[in-house]
């Protein structure tokens, strides 16, 4: 089974609306780290929001918020008054496991383009 | 400013080539990974090290090489034995390797092998 699941492979948003972008993910471990990366057409992986899995608040980060539900095993992305500059590849990761290393797992990304 | 920062952004490489992508940081991470990623896919792990002098396989570490001699640097050698080298390669690290460390990533390399 994917630990990861992204099924939006394009997203389109009109500007200054907000658009939710959805990621389940799968694991048996109690402990567990989600996150959301923007890449946009220069390649770079920008590093956008955090949630853990002890964490009760939903995650948010300026324009970004992650609305985490942990019974539907769930971690969507919302972005509020979108831009023309968040026209790019997002992508949902997880890191699973209590300590030591562990390994990151990525979805396969949704692409969003606004629109003027 | 800290940060990640790869060399060179673009590399061409002939066939029966090795080519050496730099990676270095200088945000004092312990942990530090290199991705693969082809077009239209996410990202997998080549290799990762969470020490100085210690590095592990992931994924897809045939026909590449690393070391890590410095806290700052992961080199990566795509070998000629890697078949299919073409990809954009991106480097991260991480304060540790637990679940609630997050990775940075630096800007990538996007090697073509002619």
């Known amino acids: 089974a994917q630990k990861i699941t992204q099924t939006q492979p394009g997203m389109f948003v009109q500007e200054k609306e907000a658009v939710t972008l959805d990621c389940t993910y799968d694991?048996?471990?109690?402990?567990?780290?989600l996150f959301w990366y923007k890449q946009p057409s220069s390649g770079e992986m920008i590093f956008l929001i955090y949630?853990?899995?002890?964490?009760?608040q939903n995650a948010t980060e300026g324009r970004y918020s992650l609305n985490f539900q942990k019974a539907r095993k769930s971690a969507n992305l919302v972005i509020s008054a979108s831009q023309l500059g968040d026209s790019a590849m997002y992508f949902c990761?997880?890191?699973?496991?209590?300590?030591?290393?562990?390994?990151?797992?990525f979805g396969i990304g949704t692409k969003l383009q606004v629109i003027p | 400013d800290g940060g990640i920062t790869q060399s060179p952004k673009y590399l061409f490489r002939k066939e029966g080539q090795n080519v050496t992508l730099s990676c270095e940081q200088n945000?004092?991470?312990?942990?530090m990974y290199w991705y693969r990623q082809d077009p239209g896919q996410g990202l997998r792990l080549i290799y990762y090290?969470?020490?100085?002098?210690?590095?592990q396989k992931g994924d897809i570490a045939e026909g590449y090489s690393v070391s890590r001699e410095k806290k700052e640097s992961f080199p990566l050698t795509v070998t000629s034995a890697q078949k299919n080298p073409t990809a954009f390669y991106l480097c991260?690290?991480?304060?540790?390797?637990?679940?609630?460390?997050?990775?940075?990533f630096g800007p990538g390399t996007r090697l073509t092998v002619l």
């Open positions: 945000l004092n991470h312990d942990a």
């Open positions: 991260a690290s991480s304060k540790r390797g637990g679940s609630t460390d997050t990775q940075y």
């Open positions: 090290s969470q020490i100085v002098n210690d590095f």
């Open positions: 990761a997880m890191r699973e496991g209590p300590g030591g290393y562990q390994k990151v797992t």
């Open positions: 949630q853990g899995s002890y964490d009760e």
């Open positions: 694991t048996s471990d109690q402990s567990y780290g």
